[in-house]
């Protein structure tokens, strides 16, 4: 479904990432993990259409997505849950999710997602007309995950769904992941909570400064470093 | 110790300084820019009225509807043309940009019209007044507080219930991620300056119809209170520029009220002394917006 293919890119002069490959076949669930400033993130904000490739490709369903904008990006099926949520403070959850269907212009439509969310998010339809900034963590996670999935994605895009959450919701976040997998979403989940999203996924890339450092079943990766030297960033000896 | 025409003069004044801020911020909401420009819309409205005046008849009130319609198409260009070419270079190159797009509206004014200052007409009703209990109400002020209140109205209605209104809103906040949900940024700057040229046009109106006549360099008042009434209500939200613009309008008179007559002139001067007040203990404004400092790249 999504084929990134040998992309370079660059933030001012700083190359982020080196040489990245990553393919997401459909129905999968892949994680991509590493240290902080590996890359992860700037993997699927380039996916997302937020910076550029200098080179190399990323093809969605076998058309070349890397020059599109990220308005077109989300209409091709790919839609993203950010870094830090990026919940809209000052609009009231409806609107958030409003927003999140965007691209689909049917009211009727609209309605019965709606619906659905609530009934997957029950906070959320409680909180249904309070501001998104009002929201704690976790539901301000949900939000994020509700409001990509109004789009009706078929690659769905999670950078650190967990970070910053209690332990509780964490665990939350991880059942409502692979929840979401097993209805047949498609997903490309960043996480830094690597041991957790080892046990979730079948697949992994392990990225280490601009660089895919390892591919393959979670035993590989596990095998392949050391995990809390990629946890903490750096060689712990 | 209020009387009725000093509330309804104060409302007036305040109604009118709340369109000014309000269409200077709903530009810089998204582009966090202050669109130094945004006088010259003012202008351009004036001008055109003045321009329409001269032919064969029309309705007062078609002239005004085409001549909010040229700001509104004005802002457009402006936009099109300047701002969207060096958007995504440095604020400073936008910032730039709109001191050229100011200079050459103002120039473009000076030699297609003169640097003289043209008497624009008004209907009869702008200078009539209407006599409440024992006082006299001029129609301008009434005519100015219905009319933003409306325009205020149909705004807010606007940003709220329209899908278009909230990706504005959303956009304010977080720009890159509005565009992630599909919502193209071109739209969202192009929607925010159409509207900005809409208020400029409605308040060129009202502006010139207090002081008669348009000149090139007309559009640097407003500018000025737009700016002052956004420091005071807080320059990241809509609420806030409304709330200062009013603020600004009564406190404005109320200062002219209790002043005496010899120091009326330093009434401006009193003013920026409260401005620089609040900037000291609110540095923010008053309302506290709830945007992000991020800009469009």
């Known amino acids: 479904m999504l084929a990134i293919e040998n992309i370079l890119v660059r933030y001012g002069s700083i190359t982020?990432?080196?040489?990245?490959?990553?393919?997401?076949?459909?129905?999968?669930?892949?994680?991509?993990?590493?240290?902080?400033?590996?890359?992860?993130?700037?993997?699927?904000?380039?996916?997302?259409?937020?910076?550029?490739?200098?080179?190399?490709?990323?093809?969605?369903?076998?058309?070349?997505?890397?020059?599109?904008?990220?308005?077109?990006?989300?209409?091709?099926?790919?839609?993203?849950?950010?870094?830090?949520?990026?919940?809209?403070?000052?609009?009231?959850?409806?609107?958030?999710?409003?927003?999140?269907?965007?691209?689909?212009?049917?009211?009727?439509?609209?309605?019965?997602?709606?619906?659905?969310?609530?009934?997957?998010?029950?906070?959320?339809?409680?909180?249904?007309?309070?501001?998104?900034?009002?929201?704690?963590?976790?539901?301000?996670?949900?939000?994020?995950?509700?409001?990509?999935?109004?789009s009706h994605p078929k690659l769905l895009m999670m950078d650190e769904p967990s970070l910053g959450l209690a332990p509780a919701l964490v665990d939350q976040i991880f059942e409502l992941i692979v929840k979401l997998h097993d209805s047949g979403m498609t997903i490309l989940l960043v996480e830094q909570n690597v041991e957790r999203t080892l046990d979730i996924v079948k697949r992994a890339y392990l990225l280490k400064n601009g660089r895919v450092e390892a591919e393959g079943a979670p035993e590989v990766i596990r095998k392949h470093v050391d995990i809390e030297s990629v946890y903490l960033g750096s060689k712990v000896n | 110790m209020f009387s009725l025409d000093f509330l309804i003069n104060a409302l007036s004044l305040g109604s009118l300084y709340a369109l000014i801020a309000l269409g200077l911020v709903i530009v810089y909401g998204i582009l966090k820019l202050v669109n130094f420009a945004y006088g010259e819309l003012i202008m351009v409205g004036g001008y055109a009225l003045f321009m329409l005046g001269n032919l064969p008849a029309l309705p007062w009130l078609v002239m005004a509807l085409i001549?909010?319609?040229?700001?509104?198409?004005?802002?457009?260009?402006?936009?099109?043309?300047?701002?969207?070419?060096?958007?995504?270079?440095?604020?400073?190159?936008?910032?730039?940009?709109?001191?050229?797009?100011?200079?050459?509206?103002?120039?473009?004014a000076l030699l297609i019209v003169s640097s003289r200052s043209r008497a624009v007409q008004f209907p009869a009703i702008f200078s009539g007044s209407v006599r409440l209990g024992n006082v006299d109400i001029a129609n301008r002020n009434i005519l100015v507080i219905v009319t933003s209140t409306l325009l205020l109205i149909a705004l807010t209605l606007l940003l709220k219930r329209t899908i278009l209104g909230i990706a504005l809103r959303a956009a304010a906040d977080k720009f890159q991620m509005t565009r992630m949900l599909g919502v193209p940024a071109n739209l969202i700057i192009s929607?925010?300056?159409?509207?900005?040229?809409?208020?400029?046009?409605?308040?060129?109106?009202?502006?010139i119809g207090r002081v008669g006549s348009v000149t090139p360099t007309i559009g640097l008042s407003p500018l000025l209170i737009a700016f002052v009434a956004t420091v005071i209500g807080g320059m990241n939200s809509l609420e806030g520029a409304v709330v200062g613009g009013y603020l600004y309008g009564f406190l404005f008179s109320i200062i002219s009220l209790i002043l005496p007559q010899n120091l009326l002139d330093y009434r401006e001067a009193l003013m920026f002394s409260i401005v620089i007040l609040i900037l000291l203990f609110k540095p923010e404004g008053l309302i506290r917006g709830t945007y992000s400092g991020e800009r469009v790249g």
């Open chain 1, 16 to 150: 982020a990432l080196h040489d990245i490959s990553i393919k997401v076949q459909t129905g999968e669930l892949v994680a991509l993990i590493g240290a902080n400033g590996a890359g992860k993130t700037t993997t699927l904000t380039t996916v997302a259409g937020n910076l550029k490739p200098v080179t190399g490709d990323i093809q969605f369903e076998n058309t070349s997505i890397a020059s599109l904008s990220p308005e077109q990006i989300i209409r091709k099926g790919i839609a993203i849950v950010p870094e830090g949520r990026e919940i809209f403070a000052s609009l009231t959850v409806e609107e958030n999710l409003k927003l999140g269907a965007y691209i689909r212009r049917d009211r009727s439509e609209f309605k019965r997602d709606l619906d659905e969310t609530v009934t997957m998010f029950p906070i959320l339809g409680e909180r249904i007309h309070q501001q998104g900034g009002t929201l704690s963590g976790g539901e301000q996670q949900q939000l994020a995950v509700a409001r990509a999935l109004m």
């Open chain 2, 67 to 108: 001549a909010v319609t040229i700001a509104m198409l004005t802002s457009y260009l402006t936009e099109r043309v300047a701002f969207r070419p060096v958007r995504e270079k440095s604020l400073t190159a936008i910032l730039i940009t709109s001191f050229a797009v100011s200079t050459l509206l103002q120039n473009a």
């Open chain 2, 191 to 207: 929607v925010a300056f159409v509207i900005s040229g809409l208020l400029a046009g409605v308040v060129s109106l009202f502006w």
